[in-house]
Nanobody, 117 residues
Framework: QVQLVESGGGLVQAGGSLTLSCVAS????????MKWFRQGPGKQRELVAD???????NYADSVKGRFTISRDNAKNTVYLQMNSLKSEDTAVYYC???????????WGQGTQVTVSS
């Protein structure tokens, strides 16, 4: 059974940095798409960033230039480096691993990121 476990969330001051990680077990995902979503208070879930097996990345306009997504296939892990954090970044962040053609899709439990002023 596949499980995704996230870590790195917490409370941080505006302007600070956090790095989220998501480790998958039960299955390798070297050729999967890995994604980070978030849902802030009173907002719909939104895609933050994703990365393909070839290393191509996409970012939401709201985080472009501040966040960096990366992957380590040997560790079945995806990371989200978050810099220059703003109050608007406060949300529950979710990791998602998706196989080609939607052959599989798994989600982490979510981790809370709170940015205070």
């Amino acid at each position: 059974q596949v499980q995704l476990v996230e870590s790195g969330g917490g409370l941080v001051q505006a302007g600070g940095s956090l790095t989220l990680s998501c480790v998958a077990s039960g299955r390798t995902f070297s050729r999967s798409i890995m994604k980070w979503f978030r849902q802030g208070p009173g907002k719909q879930r939104e895609l933050v960033a994703d990365i393909t097996s070839g290393g191509n990345t996409n970012y939401a306009d709201s985080v472009k230039g501040r966040f960096t997504i990366s992957r380590d296939n040997a560790k079945n892990t995806v990371y989200l480096q978050m810099n220059s954090l703003k109050s608007e970044d406060t949300a529950v962040y979710y990791c998602c691993v998706r196989g080609t053609l939607g052959s599989y899709e798994y989600w982490g439990q979510g981790t809370q990121v709170t940015v205070s002023s």
